[in-house]
């Protein structure tokens, strides 16, 4: 190869990088799930946590490290992993975000249809995939599922259009 | 207090009281051989979005302080407690910050400890939970200095007590207790129903209720907590621990926000207020279960490990024949 080829060659990998989006680190993983992403005006509390089961501890601890007694009931509904995201605004609002890999799609719809886990007085709400909205002043909480997911979105009511915007994006954020 | 309101008292003693208008020195009388237990109520203590009434909060809580000792002030009624000033009082209270927010309300937290502070100073109150964290997200500035009412987890509270598995708070610093709890209902449903029913040998609804018994699994050592929830009678024999059962002069709820049914919010505007945890408790469980059948839901029976806290354990008192519910409604 001559020098002129050398030199094609060269600006060719320069340009490639230059013209290629620049590597977003994404802002919480879990398997198969990747938020790229906050939304607007949020920043992490702290880092995201992943609890596991007390057969398979994680990096933060077990399920019941996060929720205590609450936790049983996803153990039952075959929890594998949890990633537990929360997110501050400005204001001091607080935006929560959970993830629950339940092993399958079956152990996913059935949670959401377990009231120990989605209360009785749910709503269905649209965010397209099949989820249930609490509106209990102050408190606006949302479930969702796709795949092997459970997802689970809580903050004040104030910050409903954000909650449901985020539940899609999580959503989306599932292959 | 402004004129136009009204207090009323009653006393339910087995429920042949029921009713009886009674002034509150006469209360203690009538209630010394059985468990006194202060229901106290101001529905206007707290509003429909969580947020309490300061004012409100700090009269209801003196209120049902003095009911339940029969003193005539804040200093009397904790000395009748026992309290003395060298005291370091530890308060361990829940903060439930998943899904509704049931954690402890400043208001309350505030009331109490600036009517300890008659008493001992400020910074020998220790305002704790199992981490600093649970604290600040329920809205509380740790506070590890020598000013003011300290507030931290048992992350820095040093250590545990090999022997009691209690976080040394309970076991070491403080030389009285007391329990703060949330009027929190956890009935069973679903899946989790089904398997405590295995579990607990067809009781129907496991803990039931995760109130003054539930409270203290904070003060364990980390890997101890979740062995509970296979054996609801831990509850009981944690109660039953010498530095909980010796050093606890009060239980306390916090009503102000409460849940009937698992993940169901009520603001019942009510504190609950005792010295016997069992009777507390079982009081605990009259209060849901009267707003259960009002909104047509099963009332939950009372639990298998709160009656071994009492039969087994010598807690106090299960049966309502040997508790004085006495309740106090304040309304303008």
């Known amino acids: ?175 | 207090m402004p004129r136009s309101r009204s207090t009323l008292l009653t006393v339910s003693l087995a429920a042949t009281l029921a009713g009886a208008l009674l002034l509150p020195a006469a209360l203690a009388t009538a209630a010394e051989s059985k468990s006194t237990v202060v229901v106290a109520r101001d529905p206007q203590s707290i509003d429909a979005r969580n947020r309490a009434d300061a004012a409100r909060v700090t009269r209801l809580f003196e209120r049902a302080l003095l009911a339940f000792t029969g003193k005539g002030s804040a200093p009397e009624a904790w000395r009748e407690l026992g309290l003395v000033p060298t005291d370091v009082v530890a308060i361990k209270v829940n903060c439930n910050d998943w899904t509704i927010r049931l954690s402890p309300h400043p208001e309350l937290v505030t009331a109490l400890t600036k009517s300890l502070a008659t008493v001992i100073p400020e910074n020998q109150i220790i305002v704790y939970e199992r981490r600093t964290s649970d604290l600040k997200n329920a809205g509380f500035t740790p506070n590890t200095s020598a000013v003011g009412v300290r507030f931290f987890g048992n992350d820095e509270g040093g250590g545990y007590d090999p022997e009691q598995r209690l976080t040394r708070i309970v076991t070491k610093t403080a030389t009285k207790i007391i329990n703060l709890a949330s009027l929190k209902t956890v009935d069973g449903s679903g899946v989790v129903a089904k398997l405590t029913n295995l579990v607990v040998g067809g009781s129907s609804d496991g803990f039931g209720m995760s109130c003054f018994l539930k409270n203290h699994v904070g003060s364990l050592v980390d890997e101890d907590m979740s062995k509970c929830h296979n054996d609801p009678d831990m509850l009981a024999e944690i109660a039953s621990r010498p530095a909980i059962r010796q050093k606890t002069m009060l239980v306390l709820a916090d009503g102000l926000r409460a849940t009937y049914q698992r993940g169901v919010p009520w603001y019942w505007g009510g504190i609950i207020l005792g010295k016997d945890p069992v009777a507390a408790e079982t009081v605990a469980f009259q209060v849901v279960n009267e707003k259960r059948v009002a909104e047509g839901v099963a009332p939950l029976a009372l639990p298998g490990h709160v009656r071994t806290a009492d039969a087994t354990y010598h807690l106090g008192n299960s049966s309502l024949e040997r508790i004085a519910r006495v309740d106090l409604t304040t309304s303008d």
């Open chain 1, 1 to 175: 190869m001559g020098l002129e080829s050398v030199g094609v060659v060269a600006w060719v990998v320069a340009a490639a990088a230059l013209s290629a989006p620049p590597a977003v680190k994404p802002v919480a993983t879990l398997d198969g799930f990747v938020l790229q992403t906050l939304p607007r005006g949020f920043a992490l509390e702290s880092e995201p946590e992943i609890y596991g089961t007390p057969e398979h501890k994680e990096k933060s601890g077990t399920v019941f490290d996060y929720i205590d007694g609450g936790g049983q009931v996803y153990i039952a509904h075959g929890l594998r992993k949890l990633l537990h995201v929360r997110m501050r605004d400005a204001e001091q609002r607080v935006l929560t975000l959970d993830v629950f890999d339940l092993a399958s799609p079956a152990n996913a719809a059935a949670a959401l249809a377990d009231e120990g886990i989605c209360a009785p007085g749910s709503k269905p709400v649209d965010v397209g995939v099949p989820a249930r909205v609490h509106h209990y002043p102050p408190e606006y909480l949302l479930y969702l599922v796709k795949g092997r997911f459970l997802v689970y979105l809580a903050a004040t009511d104030e910050l409903a259009d954000v909650v449901r915007a985020l539940a899609r994006q999580a959503a989306a954020a599932i292959p």
